[in-house]
């Protein structure tokens, strides 16, 4: 059974930081590209970016690069949202995705998702 879970959201003040995590398990880890996207209250679904198998990035959001950065791990079958200088309109939930291919800005239909966590930014 293929599974992505999320962890590491909570609740952090405005500026600060957090590491949210991205576990992976019923497929091939390596041969998939990770993506991230966030959901705001109220609002539609959202691109962060997305890491592919050679470790190229792609960033859906000039707002969030250099602010957010992606990363994933192989052999733990983990990928990574390092976000930091956090805003409060970053408050949302942030969903890690798999498919074969990073997809291009504004496409949401990578094939396995995960539930998503949690990030609420206080100002």
């Known amino acids: 059974e293929v599974q992505l879970v999320e962890s590491g959201g909570g609740l952090v003040q405005a500026g600060g930081s957090l590491r949210l995590s991205c576990a992976a398990s019923?497929?091939?880890?390596?041969?998939?590209?990770i993506g991230w996207y966030l959901e705001a209250p109220g609002k539609a679904r959202e691109g962060v970016g997305c890491i592919d198998t050679r470790h190229d990035i792609i960033y859906y959001e000039d707002s969030m690069k250099g602010r957010f950065t992606i990363s994933r791990d192989n052999a733990r079958n983990t990928a990574s949202l390092q976000m930091d200088s956090l805003k409060a309109e970053d408050t949302a939930v942030y969903y890690c995705?798999?498919?074969?291919?990073?997809?291009?800005?504004?496409?949401?239909?990578?094939?396995?998702w995960g539930k998503g966590t949690l990030v609420t930014v206080s100002s």
């Open positions: 995705a798999a498919d074969l291919r990073c997809p291009e800005k504004y496409y949401y239909g990578m094939g396995y």
């Open positions: 019923g497929f091939s880890f390596n041969d998939y590209a």
